[in-house]
T-cell receptor
């Protein structure tokens, strides 16, 4: 299996622009997680899905952030409008079952100028 | 609430030195415990895990024992190599109806091993 795939790997944008991050989980996995990693706050869970349904979005920082999972093989995390403080590495992870091992993608490094 | 505390880094060691990275946790019930490793520019990879008290997880020479009495899960390796240089994350997972197995991570400990 190719593992969890994320795109783009790097994104540089200007403040106010819309940013869309993409994730393809491992085939057959039924949980998908979005994390954000920063020096100041470490690794934070933003939202997770089970069978394409959002279960817990309490980590989403504010209304500028939204996430969707239209099908079992694709999820997006959108920031609109983006701000410099959104600069971070965003990771997607997937697992089979709530007790399964989480497999992480390589991350998207976002820089908002 | 659930939380994980790791010793602060960076930790710098010489090759073949003994490594300990401390991790303590706070959780209700009986969480599963994990160590993840992040190499530069990459995502996190599971290093080892333990799912119940007194379990020992081990992989690639690393070990950690789930100590419920001290709520700890310290990571150890007897002889580190330059290739072990990375950031190490301790994490817990407390399964419940409304938590669905989400991981709670510590802040990470950077390890640098010099030749």
């Amino acid at each position: 299996d190719a593992g969890v795939i994320q795109s783009p790997r790097h994104e540089v944008t200007e403040m106010g622009q819309e940013v869309t991050l993409r994730c393809k989980p491992i085939s057959g996995h039924d949980y998908l997680f979005w994390y954000r990693q920063t020096m100041m706050r470490g690794l934070e869970l933003l939202i997770y899905f089970n069978n394409n349904v959002p279960i817990d979005d309490s980590g989403m920082p504010e209304d500028r952030f939204s996430a969707k999972m239209p099908n079992a093989s694709f999820s997006t995390l959108k920031i609109q409008p983006s701000e410099p403080r959104d600069s971070a590495v965003y990771f997607c992870a997937s697992t089979l079952g709530g007790a399964g091992t989480q497999y992480f993608g390589p991350g998207t490094r976002l820089l908002v100028l | 609430g659930n939380s994980v505390t790791q010793m602060e880094g960076p930790v710098t060691l010489s090759e073949e030195a003994f490594l300990t990275i401390n991790c303590t946790y706070t959780a209700t019930g009986y969480p599963s415990l994990f160590w993840y490793v992040q190499y530069p520019g990459e995502g996190l990879q599971l290093l080892l895990k333990a799912t119940k008290a007194d379990d020992k997880g081990s992989n690639k020479g690393f070990e950690a024992t789930y100590r419920k009495e001290t709520t700890s899960f310290h990571l150890e390796k007897g002889s580190v190599q330059v290739s072990d240089s990375a950031v190490y994350f301790c994490a817990l997972r407390a399964l419940s109806y409304n938590q669905g197995g989400k991981l709670i991570f510590g802040q990470g400990t950077e390890l640098s091993v010099k030749p």
